[in-house]
């Protein structure tokens, strides 16, 4: 294979630049400090230590070595395994399994965290409820994601995303789990990537959507006409530029509206792989498609699910899990919703509430493994 080696920087680029420099000086020299000002500005919000997947890692390992925070800690009564996997694109992207030490797990749950999430942080602790019950838990962090390759939340591909957890999911369990009973879960843009998933795969006997991104809340799009600019300026879904990755796309904080209680809020920012800018402009408009496609397809998802939402959800639309609970296609299907509940049910709410969640989700896989 031929071996071809660019500069990151175009000449050109480099030359248009000096050009727009000169022609700044030539009509009024202070606008070279202006610009210079601005452009400080502008990259000291859009490059931030934390974009680079190795500085993330490294913030991980050192944290290990100083010590896991308690809530962290493995328990006796279950196994849990990281590594890395390798995607079709050769991006690393990590990894966990993790199982019951006193007996064989009766059924596997695939779980997809949120935007800007990542799996082995809050949700793998809580997500040991389920562990000790019997079930084993495997997880796998999204491009960008984590402790995973790729720009801090930048993806140009909704698709390709979902393609790496089905793609991860089904070799993982195959190799590991063939004959057990094979669930998907999912939370926020997680549900949307589970139902994808579900959607398309033989294996899935079954899909846990957790306040799924079927439709982004009106209170936290866009208006049309920035929707319109958008896919202007940063192209159709699945492409990605310079431009694309910018945070620039208009929208409230995600986590300020998914946390009732401040103090999960601040737990689950306090890594090194947290997420604190405006989307970028990519990712917005790849959630925008995806939740139209997923939207528009409500009718035709088949397989036998459960969908949980709170009914004070800011984020995600409780109205949209009522509608794919009345009009899907599954002969199978169940609805809870609780009251008061705010978008991030396994990890922002009292731990009642938290116990309620897993309890109904427990109950659930059960009486279908």
Partial sequence: MEVVINPTFKQSTILTAGFILFGLATIWPPLILVCAFLTSKFLSYTNLNNDDAPARRL?????????????????????????YWVNSRGMCLMSYISTPTSRPPKAVLMYCHG???????????EYRRLVKEGYAVMALEYEGHGRSDGTLVGFGSFDRLAGDVKDYMEETYLKNFKGLKLFVGGESMGGAVAYTVASSSSLV????LI????????????????????YKVVGPPGTINAVGMLPLAPSKSVNENSFKLTEK????????????????????????DATSKISSSLHTFSKPFIVLHGDADKVTDPDLSKQLHDSAESKDKTIKLYEGMW???????????????????????????
């Fill in 59 to 83: 913030w991980w390992s050192k944290m290990k070595s100083q010590g896991l925070p308690p809530w962290l800690a493995v328990p006796s009564s279950v196994t849990y395994e990281e590594s």
């Fill in 115 to 125: 935007y800007g999430d990542q799996a082995s942080w809050l949700k793998a602790a």
């Fill in 205 to 208: 006997s079954g899909a846990v």
């Fill in 211 to 230: 306040c799924p991104m079927c439709a982004i809340h009106e209170n936290l799009k866009p208006p049309q006409f920035v929707i319109d600019l958008l």
């Fill in 265 to 288: 809020r601040i737990l689950s920012e306090s890594t090194n792989s947290r997420y604190t800018r405006l989307p970028r402009l990519c990712v917005a408009r790849e959630l925008l």
């Fill in 343 to 369: 978008h991030t049910l396994t990890t922002g709410e009292p731990e009642e509430n938290i116990d309620k969640v897993f309890g109904d989700i427990k109950t659930w896989l059960d009486e279908r493994s």
